[in-house]
């Protein structure tokens, strides 16, 4: 085994560890961008007879900035295929809005990512009517489903606000999101908040990145 690819294995091993530990967070993407970058760096400094510490560190510092900007799109790209899945599957009993925003890129990382701003997800929006959530129709699963899945494997924290008539309501909706949970989910990466519907005919499941709340 080569010394580049003896390096190589060993960091992809530790990739594993890492991420399970970034996922949940709002920096998860640049962890993961500064390993794969490292990856990178190591590998080649190794290849060319060069120390393996510096090409990671050197990788790692490029790696960075461009992961938490590909993670920014890759979520938005996420949610729209959500969106995409809710319109497709439940249009009769579900409307979905999605508000996006330009998010800036530091002058200094803006030559690593390639952009000067990267479209991000702002918020989604997701509107029942609250006469089938009294009812616990089982039409509305699919779409509170969909949530789930998108907020859990977003790399992300998550805040979800949801507006309807009544506490029983409220965990009755938070309750089927986290049915369309994938993989194992912190406590902490989606938080719920209730409100509660004084007025109109539907509740609504709001879904922000954490850092926007």
Do not use: H, W
Not at 143 to 164: D, R
Not at 178 to 199: C, H, I, W
């Amino acid at each position: 085994m080569s010394r580049a690819l003896a390096v190589s294995t060993l960091l992809l091993a530790c990739t594993g560890l890492l991420l399970s530990g970034c996922q949940n967070s709002p920096i998860g993407s640049t962890a993961v961008g500064g390993v794969l970058g490292c990856i990178g760096g190591a590998a080649i400094a190794a290849g060319t007879g060069g120390n393996p510490g510096t090409g990671c560190a050197i990788g790692a510092a490029l790696g960075a900035p461009t992961g938490y900007y590909v993670g920014r799109q890759k979520d938005l790209e996420n949610a729209r295929q959500a969106k995409a899945a809710i319109e497709r599957q439940s249009s009769d009993v579900a409307v979905v809005q999605l508000t996006t925003r330009q998010e800036e890129v530091p002058a200094d990382k803006r030559n690593d990512v390639g952009a000067a701003s990267v479209e991000s997800m702002d918020s989604m929006q997701v509107n029942v009517p609250q006469a089938l959530v009294k009812k616990r129709d089982n039409r509305l699963k699919q779409p509170l489903s969909q949530v789930g899945n998108y907020v859990s494997s977003a790399s992300s924290k998550a805040n979800i606000v949801v507006t309807t008539r009544s506490k029983s309501d409220f965990n009755y909706i938070v309750a089927n999101i986290k049915k369309g949970y994938t993989g194992k989910v912190a406590p902490d990466k989606v938080t719920y908040e209730y409100r509660e519907l004084t007025r109109g005919t539907q509740s609504a499941i709001q879904v922000m990145p954490s850092a926007q709340v």
